[in-house]
C-alpha cells in the first residue's frame, strides 16, 4: 500500500493559483488510479479530478472543469493538481487518494472506491 503527503496549499486572493503535489511512497506508483478530492467546512468531501495510472483517463467535476488540470509523474511517485482562477467557493481541505486497479485506463472518482487517503492540505481562497 502507499502513503500519501499532499502540499502546496495555502492563502491566495480570487482568481489567483495553486499547484497542490500529492507524493506517494511504498508500493508501485504506477499501478494505482488517483483522485483529488475536496470537504469544506460542514460539507460532505467531494471528488475534484481523477486520473487512471497510465495518464490516458481522466475526471473533472463540472465546478473544476476548464480551471483545474490534474496530471501525474510516475517517475516521480507524484500526482498534481494545477488550479487555476480560483473562486472563494474551491476553499476547502484538499485531499488526494489512491486505489490500486488491474487496467491503466481506469479512472475513479467515488470516495469509497478508495482506500489510501493523503492527510490534507488546506486551501483558502480570499474574495
Known amino acids: 500500500q502507499v502513503q500519501l503527503v499532499e502540499s502546496g496549499g495555502g492563502l491566495v486572493q480570487a482568481g489567483g493559483s495553486l499547484r497542490l503535489s500529492c507524493a506517494a511512497s511504498?508500493?508501485?506508483?504506477?499501478?494505482?488510479?488517483m483522485g483529488w478530492f475536496r470537504q469544506a467546512p460542514g460539507k460532505e468531501r467531494e471528488v475534484v479530478s481523477a486520473?487512471?495510472?497510465?495518464?490516458?483517463?481522466?475526471y473533472y467535476a463540472d465546478s473544476v472543469k476548464g480551471r483545474f488540470t490534474i496530471s501525474r509523474d510516475n517517475a516521480k511517485n507524484t500526482v498534481y493538481l494545477q488550479m487555476n482562477s480560483l473562486k472563494p467557493e474551491d476553499t476547502a481541505v484538499y485531499y488526494c487518494?489512491?486505489?490500486?486497479?488491474?487496467?491503466?485506463?481506469?479512472?475513479?472518482?467515488?470516495?469509497?472506491?478508495?482506500?489510501?487517503w493523503g492527510q490534507g492540505t488546506q486551501v483558502t481562497v480570499s474574495s
Open positions: 487518494a489512491a486505489r490500486q486497479v488491474d487496467y491503466g485506463f481506469q479512472v475513479v472518482f467515488t470516495a469509497r472506491d478508495y482506500d489510501t
Open positions: 486520473i487512471s495510472w497510465s495518464t490516458s483517463s481522466t
Open positions: 511504498g508500493r508501485t506508483f504506477s499501478r494505482y488510479a
